[in-house]
């Protein structure tokens, strides 16, 4: 899979990642979510965006992160997925960065946990590496919250 | 007469959508010759035109349709190749019905013209087995076909035909590709005026509209919510206008998509008569309420349901002619559908006259299916025991016939009725007949639903699963929340209600009950689930509310216990709970404690329930107990007393939508009026000929159910006394009391104080 060129960027604790523009539906400050008792630990909630009901997986949790601080707000990358829309919750949002093909790297084999299965490689942007998140992936790795857990 | 002119009607309605989309195909098939599909759907145009006019009497319509449609089969098997002048003439064939068509909607006949030259050219065109202009397939499809004997003909001929025939498509090339014009300009000629008072609308379009008022729901639930906290006369009477708008289209747009049920029942005599022929049954098939409707996903949701329960009717409920004779019955079965309204509920009845079910036989095969053990069965209520019939794996046919008995069993009726949110029970009476009854919800898009919280999150109950609220309160009299061995019940009106606290089965801690009895203030949702009832502890139980169901995101498959998500009236997301769901994952439905329950109330009570009335216990005035019977309040609703406005000279309330009339019953009896309370007002909401009526009580006791003694029970007083509970009550007739209301109108002079009193 060639790696996208235009990426809406977001910081998740120390982690700088990016997905394609082209998925991104819009971005939204924190939302007030409906939590759903027994579901995923990575399920925030529901919330309704302009009437539309939209689950929230926070990305913390799917990569194995620990929880946002208190007091923190988190922002909404709401993204299109064949069941409608999604919001990805993080802490904060970056630009949308033209990244170039040949910057582009498979992760490393080192690279475990939470993370492996979530990042299709990474960006060596000059002053960062920029994660390029697996959005299907996090949309499957939901269903097995043990697998990012380690 | 009026059901042929309908027949009629409908024929040229369908006839004339046909033509229009068999012009276009024409169109398109000149385009992509081989599109089977395409030629397919001309064909069975064609073909029902035919058989249709067939079966009206219309046989010069039928000749020009049969002619065309040999063409087309032609075409369609292969042994000749579309060429432009039987395109031509087929479009000619379309123009010529449309004629025909005009001419049967004016004077009800197909008219005097033979349409001998066009038939003559389908004929000339089918043997003519030219190539076109370019020849290509020719051979080949002669090959294939020898059969049919060539008259070979020049094209040029061919192509001249139409001309005698019908001027318009007669300019078209021989060999040329290009699709014709000619025939738009026919059909802008004449219009279609067939169609008028009918049009055919897309399914998808009717459920993105029903989808879209949805939305509008939720806003306004939303607008009037917040107008409600502000106090600007404008807004409020915009938001009020608003509101009974929303109601009214969201009513017209269901009404769109609500269908008879005869839609579905129409085919059931066909269904009886078959399987009496291969039952060697005799068996009619009555009808009662086919005109009754119910929303098209509903009635697509329950067609197999019911094709399944008529089966099994036909096959193990009625029995053979002899048999019958023999039990003194005529030999003839019959089978009754019947639909009907009840409490903004459908209800569908099957029943037969047949043999009824023997509930030892069901116990016994329910036994040795291992469904249940030999000891709960010997302690099953009747009920219990038809119950078992809609469990898994049960099938009570001696021997699997071709009929039913083929693995679907009532499990799966009871389970497809559930989906859609609907109940099924079962009466048998021996040597009687069998009832089925369904109890389907109307609609399933916008349902009432009652909203709870639990640590601190809203949840919406639907109001079909609602039988009554139940306040314990740490005041109040009897043993409160007791324990069996560690699981909570409550005594409701005598009989054990199993409890199931909300917080606990959606993952919370385990509450700790005390042994001997908990007098802890709660709330106790009763709801039913297959039949029975179970109480759901909650935290609060905050309204009622028109919710819009929403499917949830697939992410959370998991959260079985969540029928979908609904957005509120502030904006939030509340998660709907399945009842039926959550009374498994509560282990209510397993056949414990739940079935002996009923075991003891079947034994005990089953001979005072039929007399039992239950009754509405109240205080007016500090210690004047009153009573009314339940089934005449159709709602107990509390008002703030800032709600209460004036309409002439009558104290109102704006209630769903509408105004209410409040009458303080404490005027109308003469009594003293209630000692101020601070608070809401307690209301009983009484339908007088179908318009709700407020009545203002003092303050809400109890509900009982009682035997009242039959002179109590018959008697046409407006009020008399009784002893329920060990006390003195005073019983009401509403009715009565309301219409002494009406006659002596309250002097407002003397009625404001009272409201005043009432805690403004």
Known sequence: MAPPSQLCTFHVDTLFLGISVVQVQEVLREQETTPVPLAADSISGLMNLRGQIVTAIDLRTILGLPPRPEGNRAMNVVIRTADGAVSLMVDDIGDVIEAAEDTFEPPPDTLTGGARNLVLGVHKLPDALLHVLDVDRVLTLETVPAACAT | ?????????????????????????????????????????????????????????????????????????????????????????????????????????????????????????????????EGNGKGNGNGHHSAESPASVPTPEEFGAVAAAPETADPEPAGIPPGSSAPPDAPVVARERRSDPVARSNIRVDVGLLDRLMNLVGELVLARNQVVRHTSLKADAGLTATAQRLNLITTELQEGVMKTRMQPIGNVWSKFPRVVRDLAVQCHKQARIEMDGRETELDKTIIEAITDPLTHVVRNSMDHGLEGPEERVAAGKPAEGRLLLRAYHEGGQVNIEVSDDGRGIDPERIKAKAVQKGIITAEVAARLGEREVFDLVFAPGFSTAAEVTAVSGRGVGMDVVRTNIERIGGTVDLQSVMGQGTTLRMKIPLTLAIIPALTVSSRGIRYAIPQVNLLELVRVDPAGAGPGVELVHDAPVFRLRGDLLPLVDLAQALGGPRRHWTAGGSRDAISIVVLHADGRPFGLIVDDITDTEEIVVKPLSKLLKNATLFAGATIMGDGCVALILDVPSLAHKAAVLATGQGARREVEEEDTQDQTRRAATRLLIFHLGDHHRMAVPLSEISRLEEFPADAVEWAGHERVVQYRGAIMPLIQLADVLGHEATSPVAGPLPVVVYARQGKPVGIVVGKILDIIEETLPPEVADSTLPMQSVVLQGRVTDLLDLEAVIASHEVVQPDPEYSTPALAEAGV
């Open chain 2, 1 to 129: 007469m009026q059901d042929v002119d309908e027949i009629v009607q409908e024929f040229l309605v369908e006839s004339v959508e046909g033509l229009d989309q068999m012009d276009r195909d024409l169109v398109a098939l000149e385009r992509r010759p081989a599109d089977v599909e395409l030629l397919s759907r001309i064909f069975r145009c064609i073909h029902s035109i035919k058989g249709a006019s067939g079966f009206l009497g219309f046989s010069r319509l039928g000749d020009v349709a049969h002619a065309g449609e040999s063409l087309l089969s032609e075409l369609r098997d292969g042994r000749l190749v579309l060429t432009p002048a039987i395109t031509s003439a087929l479009l000619q064939l379309v123009d010529a019905i449309r004629l025909i068509l005009d001419h049967v909607r004016d004077t009800g006949k197909d008219g005097t013209e033979e349409w001998g030259a066009l038939i003559s050219l389908f004929q000339t065109l089918q043997t003519g087995k």
